[in-house]
Nanobody, 114 residues
Framework: QVQLVESGGGLVQPGGSLRLSCAASGFTFNSYWMYWVRQAPGTQRDLVARISSSGITEYADSVKGRFTISRDNRSNRLYLQMNSLKLDDTAVYYC????????WGQGTQVIVSS
């Protein structure tokens, strides 16, 4: 069964940093693009970043230059390094393959607050 387990979130002050991790299992992780998405309270999920199986990366304009997505295909893990965090980065962060009917994990909560 496919499982996606996010971790690494927490409470940080503006300008701080966090490193999010995603442990993936139940599919051939190294064959697919993987995505980080986030959902602020009362909003829809928004794309944050994506990475190809070989390491090509793309970012939403709102996080470009501040966040870095990476992956370790040997350990089936996806990462998101988040620097220079802003109040608007507050959200629950999820990793996913974004295929139809793909399950969602519980996400990991990031709260940026002074």
């Amino acid at each position: 069964q496919v499982q996606l387990v996010e971790s690494g979130g927490g409470l940080v002050q503006p300008g701080g940093s966090l490193r999010l991790s995603c442990a993936a299992s139940g599919f051939t992780f190294n064959s697919y693009w993987m995505y980080w998405v986030r959902q602020a309270p009362g909003t829809q999920r928004d794309l944050v970043a994506r990475i190809s199986s070989s390491g090509i990366t793309e970012y939403a304009d709102s996080v470009k230059g501040r966040f870095t997505i990476s992956r370790d295909n040997r350990s089936n893990r996806l990462y998101l390094q988040m620097n220079s965090l802003k109040l608007d980065d507050t959200a629950v962060y999820y990793c996913n393959k974004l295929s139809q009917f793909w399950p969602w994990g519980q996400g990991t909560q990031v709260i940026v607050s002074s």
